[in-house]
């Protein structure tokens, strides 16, 4: 079974940053892939970024040049860089992982709005 743990959402202006963490209960190398999702008030899960065992990325049209997805093999976790945020960033942003199955976290919440 895997963990995925969120942090770092919270209030912030517009055009500020915010940087999100992902920590895996198990070892990230052996994950498929690690992804973040979002989900707006009234909206479907959409993707926002994802990060292949590869080192290979995907980033959804509306957040490119703007996040940047990394990751740290020592420590097990996941990161999502925000610069620049908008108010249609405001959404609770879940982590995915792939491996055997797909496992998600429990959210954290990111609002902008000044």
């Known amino acids: 079974q895997v963990q995925l743990v969120e942090s770092g959402g919270g209030l912030v202006q517009p055009g500020g940053s915010l940087r999100l963490s992902c920590a895996a209960s198990?070892?990230?190398?052996?994950?498929?892939?690690m992804a973040w999702y979002r989900q707006a008030p009234g909206n479907q899960r959409e993707f926002v970024a994802r990060?292949?065992?590869?080192?290979?990325?995907a980033y959804a049209v509306s957040v490119k040049g703007r996040f940047t997805i990394s990751r740290d093999n020592a420590k097990n976790t996941m990161y999502l860089q925000m610069n620049n945020l908008k108010p249609e960033d405001t959404a609770v942003y879940y982590c995915?992982?792939?491996?055997?199955?797909?496992?998600w976290g429990q959210g954290t919440q990111v609002t902008v709005s000044s």
């Open positions: 995915n992982a792939a491996f055997g199955q797909p496992w």
């Open positions: 198990g070892s990230i190398i052996n994950f498929d892939y």
């Open positions: 990060l292949a065992r590869a080192g290979n990325t």
